[in-house]
């Protein structure tokens, strides 16, 4: 069991490395342009399925509760977690329009979606994307594969690659963890509640 625990721990760390010389300047963009809507007084929009649901409101939380620092609430709300919504538009039209939907509805220009797929194919992902893309928001993208077809509705796509699932997920969180503190820094400064109270 030590050697199939070790080889879950390597691939992990592999994988994060792998994104990180892939993607670093994709990410410094992406938090760049994730400050700036918030520093401008719009809100972050996060969606995905299954865990990058879970991942989507864990993000959301870190930005309207806090993070690493005490500094005021920022804008953020997960589309997962309205049930009658989610149920409404999968009875009444289909479950791929459910984050597209709300999109239409809460989004505005100059707001951010922030789509999460491990798999880079979520349909109903992709959509929220597209509706948000055609609406003037800034798309971000936590996929998997390069290729994937959720890359060409995003301004920016911040892509894991590998074929587990579990691995991809992992990336994925620690990605949302830095995007979060490196706002926090960028409009905040580290630890500075004096600035903090100035937004």
Do not use: W, Y
Request: contains cysteine; proline residues 3%.
């Amino acid at each position: 069991m030590k050697h199939e625990i070790l080889e879950i721990f390597r691939e992990s760390a592999q994988l994060k490395d792998q994104f990180l010389s892939q993607n670093l300047e994709a990410l410094e963009e992406t938090i760049r342009l994730l400050a700036q809507v918030l520093e401008r007084k719009n809100k972050l929009l996060l969606f995905g399925n299954g865990g990058s649901a879970a991942d989507a409101q864990h993000m959301a939380a870190e930005f309207v509760n806090r993070f690493a620092i005490d500094r005021p609430p920022l804008a953020a709300l997960a589309l997962t977690t309205d049930t009658s919504v989610l149920t409404a538009v999968s009875n009444d039209f289909a479950f791929e329009q459910v984050f597209e939907k709300q999109i239409q509805a809460l989004g505005k220009p100059d707001d951010a979606a922030i789509g999460i797929s491990t798999s880079g194919k979520s349909a109903n992902v992709i959509r929220g994307l597209k509706a948000a893309k055609s609406m003037g928001m800034v798309t971000i993208g936590l996929g998997g594969p390069a290729r994937s077809p959720m890359s060409e509705a995003c301004r920016v796509f911040l892509s894991v690659g590998g074929d587990k699932t579990a691995r991809i997920q992992e990336v994925h969180e620690l990605i949302c963890h830095t995007i979060v503190e490196m706002v926090d820094r960028t409009l905040f400064g580290p630890d500075d509640r004096r600035n903090a109270q100035s937004l």
